[in-house]
């Protein structure tokens, strides 16, 4: 099925850790996106990717970096970890170059640092 | 910078009631606007868009909203509402000052439907 894979599905992670969230889709989209949702606090964008080679931050990068090594995977890193960081991470794409028609998502990572 | 607003945080509702769930956002420029719905432990799926043409938009399962630039309101209807609407409702806008084709969600509505 045609769309976009995420990895883990959950993962529980030590303060000060390093871990990469995984994100792959099949759809050819151009443009790739990270969001966060937090309880109370609707998705917020951590950065995104609107081609191959090109990245840039969204409302709340700090923490966080992204590559866009090639159009289909867009892996999300946290190099050391803070429990402000347990979150429910959303990988999403668009084909961007035609207009925002709206967003594919993945299923979502639910990532807990203690 | 644009901002999405979904007045209600919950929306308690009976089965086969009507309902609506509230969408402004802040700017009076051209925008795209969107509903998604978010099942339980599940991404978001969309539920429909406006892009320009008719301001009255149906989308999958029933939902239809209405554009209205005026009041920069874009608020979610069902006539008749059944216990699998049970979900998280996010209101979408696109952000022309922004990276193209980034959206900016408001922080989601929970639609309760009980028996």
């Known amino acids: 099925t045609a769309g976009i894979t995420q990895a883990p599905t959950s993962q529980i992670l030590a303060a000060g850790r390093s871990m990469t969230l995984r994100c792959t889709q099949d759809m050819r989209h151009n443009a790739m996106y990270w969001y966060r949702q937090d309880l109370g606090l609707g998705l917020r964008l951590i950065h995104y990717?609107?081609?191959?080679?090109?990245?840039g931050k969204g409302e709340v990068p700090d923490g966080y970096s992204v590559s866009r090594a090639n159009t289909d995977d867009f892996p999300l890193t946290l190099a050391s970890a803070v429990p402000s960081q347990t979150s429910v991470y959303f990988c999403a794409s668009s084909d961007s170059s035609t207009g925002p028609y709206g967003y594919t998502f993945g299923s979502g990572t639910r990532l807990t640092v203690v | 910078a644009q901002s999405v607003t979904q007045l209600d945080s919950q929306v308690p509702v009976f089965e086969e009631a009507p309902v609506e769930l509230r969408c402004n956002y802040s700017?009076?420029?051209?925008?795209?606007l969107f509903w998604y719905v978010q099942y339980p432990n599940q991404g978001l799926q969309l539920l429909l868009k406006?892009?320009?043409?008719?301001?009255l938009v149906k989308g999958i399962n029933g939902f239809e909203a209405e554009f209205n630039k005026s009041q920069t309101s874009f608020h979610l209807r069902k006539p008749s509402v059944h216990i699998s609407d049970t979900a998280e409702y996010f209101c979408?806008?696109?952000?022309?000052?922004?990276?193209?084709?980034?959206?900016?969600f408001g922080k989601g509505t929970k639609l309760s439907v009980k028996p």
């Open positions: 979408a806008v696109s952000d022309p000052g922004g990276s193209q084709g980034n959206l900016i």
């Open positions: 990717s609107n081609t191959a080679g090109t990245t």
């Open positions: 406006y892009l320009s043409g008719s301001t």
């Open positions: 700017s009076s420029v051209s925008v795209y």
